[in-house]
C-alpha cells in the first residue's frame, strides 16, 4: 500500500478545523480550577464593590457640607462616630456631621466623599476641622464601579488565571463548571523499542517517543494515558487501538505511518470504524508519513517513529486540537546555504546568534532520526513549498521552540 495523496500543511489544517472533540463538564471548586476551561459563561451574583467604601482613611461626609473648605477658612463638622473595616454604620450621616473611616470602611446612607485625614484637625472627641473640599464621590469607591451585579464577568472558554480566580472569590463563587481535561491515548509502536529502565538489548533502542508524548500532552493541560509499546502485530494493535478509542477522546501512535511490510497503522484505523484514514502523507519534511484519521469523533493521529519527526507532527497538528495557541516567529539571516526541494514544507532546526547586524541562524543539520538536535536547537527554519532553498545571507523565518522567549531575539 502506497501514500493517499499527500496534502499540504493548509489543506490538514483545513481538516483540523472540521474536528470536535467531544467533552464532558465537570464542577470544580475555584482554587482547584486555575488553567481549567469555563464550560459556562459566569454572571456576577453580586455588585462590586457591594457597597460604597472609603478609598482612603479620613472623614466620610456630605460633600456640600465642605464646600469652599481651605486651610485659611477650616469648616467646623461634628463628628457622631468611628467605622471599622467589616462594620456596618450604625445609623445614617446627617448633614454637617463627620464619620472616622478606614480605607475599605463601608460608608453610611447620608455620606457621598471622604476627606483624607491629612486635610483635617481632630479638635475634639466631637469635632474635626476640615481644610480642604471634596467632589462628590471622591476618594469613594462607588457601589458597582467594578463590576455590576448581573454582569457578564467570564465567557464560555475561558482559561481560568489567578486573576480569574480571584475575580470569582470576590464574587463569592465557590466553584464553576469547567470542561473535562481531554484525555489522550499514546501508543508506542516497534519490535525494536524498549522502555526506558529496561535492558536495551543489541538491535534495540529505547522509547523516547512515549515519554516526549507525555511530557508535550501533559504541557497542553490535557491528561496522558500511555497503552505502553505494541509489538508489530495488525491485531494487537487494532485490539490495542480499539481500547485507546473507547477510554479517550483522542489518541496518537507513534511508527508503523509508512509503507513498510509491518506498517500496520491505516489498516487499523480504518478496520476499526468510520470515517478512518483521512491524510496519509503530508508535504512536510520531516514528517511526510503522517497520518489523521478519526473514529467517529475520537481524532487519531499516526505520527512518525523518529522522535523529531513526532514531536514536529505533534506542535504542528495535535496542539492545534489540545491547546491552540499563537506560533512565536523570529527573522534571521541563514548563516550559509540550505537546500530545499520545491513542493514540501521544509522545518530545519537552527540556533540563533544575536548579533550586532542583527540574527544570524545556524542550521544544525541531521539526519531525521536524530534526537540531539531537539535540545540544543533554538527553533525551526521554515522553508516553504515554493521555495528551493536560502542562500547565505538571506532572510529566513524561524518558529520558536517551545519554551524560549523571543525578548532574547529582540
Given at each position: 500500500m502506497g501514500y493517499l495523496t499527500v496534502k499540504t500543511v493548509e489543506e490538514v489544517n483545513g481538516i483540523l478545523a472540521n474536528f470536535r472533540i467531544k467533552r464532558q463538564v465537570e464542577k470544580v471548586k475555584i482554587f482547584e480550577g486555575l488553567n481549567r476551561e469555563l464550560a459556562e459563561d459566569v454572571y456576577a451574583p453580586i455588585s462590586l464593590p457591594p457597597f460604597?467604601?472609603?478609598?482612603?482613611d479620613g472623614y466620610c461626609v456630605n460633600w456640600e457640607d465642605v464646600a469652599?473648605?481651605?486651610?485659611?477658612?477650616?469648616?467646623?463638622?461634628?463628628?457622631?462616630?468611628?467605622?471599622?473595616?467589616?462594620?456596618?454604620?450604625?445609623?445614617?450621616?446627617?448633614?454637617?456631621?463627620?464619620?472616622?473611616?478606614?480605607?475599605?470602611?463601608?460608608?453610611?446612607?447620608?455620606?457621598?466623599?471622604?476627606?483624607?485625614?491629612?486635610?483635617?484637625?481632630?479638635?475634639?472627641?466631637?469635632?474635626?476641622?476640615?481644610?480642604?473640599?471634596?467632589?462628590?464621590?471622591?476618594?469613594?469607591?462607588?457601589?458597582?464601579?467594578?463590576?455590576?451585579?448581573?454582569?457578564?464577568?467570564?465567557?464560555?472558554?475561558?482559561?481560568?488565571?489567578?486573576?480569574?480566580?480571584?475575580?470569582?472569590?470576590?464574587?463569592?463563587?465557590?466553584?464553576?463548571?469547567?470542561?473535562?481535561?481531554?484525555?489522550?491515548?499514546?501508543l508506542s509502536t516497534g519490535d525494536e523499542?524498549?522502555?526506558?529502565g529496561e535492558e536495551a538489548k543489541l538491535g534495540q533502542i529505547y522509547n523516547s517517543n512515549g515519554p516526549g508524548l507525555i511530557a508535550a500532552v501533559s504541557s497542553c493541560g490535557a491528561i496522558p494515558r500511555y497503552y505502553g509499546i505494541i509489538e508489530d502485530d495488525f491485531n494487537v494493535l487494532k485490539e490495542s487501538l480499539e481500547k485507546a478509542v473507547k477510554e479517550c477522546q483522542l489518541v496518537i501512535l507513534t511508527g508503523g505511518t509508512s509503507i513498510g511490510t509491518k506498517d500496520y497503522v491505516v489498516k487499523a484505523i480504518d478496520g476499526i470504524g468510520k470515517p478512518g484514514v483521512l491524510v496519509h502523507g503530508i508535504a512536510i519534511k520531516p514528517g511526510k508519513p503522517t497520518i489523521i484519521g478519526a473514529i467517529d469523533s475520537t481524532p487519531i493521529f499516526g505520527l512518525?517513529?523518529?522522535?523529531?519527526?513526532?514531536?514536529?507532527g505533534f506542535r504542528l497538528f495535535v496542539q492545534k486540537?489540545?491547546?491552540?495557541?499563537?506560533?512565536?516567529?523570529?527573522?534571521?539571516?541563514?548563516?550559509?546555504?540550505?537546500?530545499?526541494?520545491?513542493?514540501?514544507?521544509?522545518?530545519?532546526?537552527?540556533?540563533?546568534?544575536?548579533?550586532?547586524?542583527?540574527?544570524?541562524?545556524?542550521p544544525l543539520f541531521s539526519k531525521s532520526n536524530s534526537i540531539g538536535v531537539l535540545s540544543k536547537m533554538d527553533g525551526l527554519l521554515v522553508i516553504e513549498a515554493a521555495s528551493e532553498g536560502l542562500e547565505a545571507g538571506q532572510i529566513g523565518k524561524v518558529m520558536l521552540k517551545e519554551g524560549i522567549n523571543d525578548d532574547l531575539f529582540k
Open positions: 460604597n467604601r472609603s478609598a482612603v469652599g473648605a481651605s486651610e485659611s477658612l477650616p469648616i467646623f463638622l461634628k463628628v457622631v462616630g468611628n467605622i471599622e473595616m467589616g462594620q456596618k454604620p450604625k445609623g445614617q450621616l446627617e448633614r454637617e456631621q463627620a464619620m472616622v473611616v478606614a480605607t475599605g470602611s463601608m460608608l453610611p446612607e447620608g455620606a457621598n466623599a471622604v476627606v483624607m485625614v491629612e486635610e483635617t484637625e481632630r479638635l475634639a472627641e466631637d469635632e474635626v476641622a476640615i481644610y480642604s473640599s471634596v467632589a462628590c464621590y471622591e476618594n469613594v469607591l462607588v457601589e458597582g464601579e467594578d463590576v455590576k451585579k448581573g454582569e457578564l464577568v467570564l465567557a464560555k472558554g475561558t482559561k481560568l488565571t489567578p486573576e480569574n480566580i480571584s475575580l470569582l472569590a470576590a464574587l463569592g463563587i465557590t466553584e464553576v463548571e469547567v470542561f473535562q481535561k481531554i484525555q489522550v491515548g499514546i523499542l524498549v522502555e526506558v512518525s517513529g523518529n522522535p523529531f519527526s513526532a514531536l514536529l486540537l489540545l491547546a491552540p495557541s499563537k506560533e512565536i516567529f523570529v527573522k534571521g539571516k541563514v548563516a550559509r546555504n540550505i537546500p530545499s526541494t520545491g513542493g514540501r514544507q521544509d522545518y530545519i532546526p537552527v540556533t540563533i546568534v544575536k548579533k550586532e547586524d542583527g540574527l544570524w541562524l545556524n
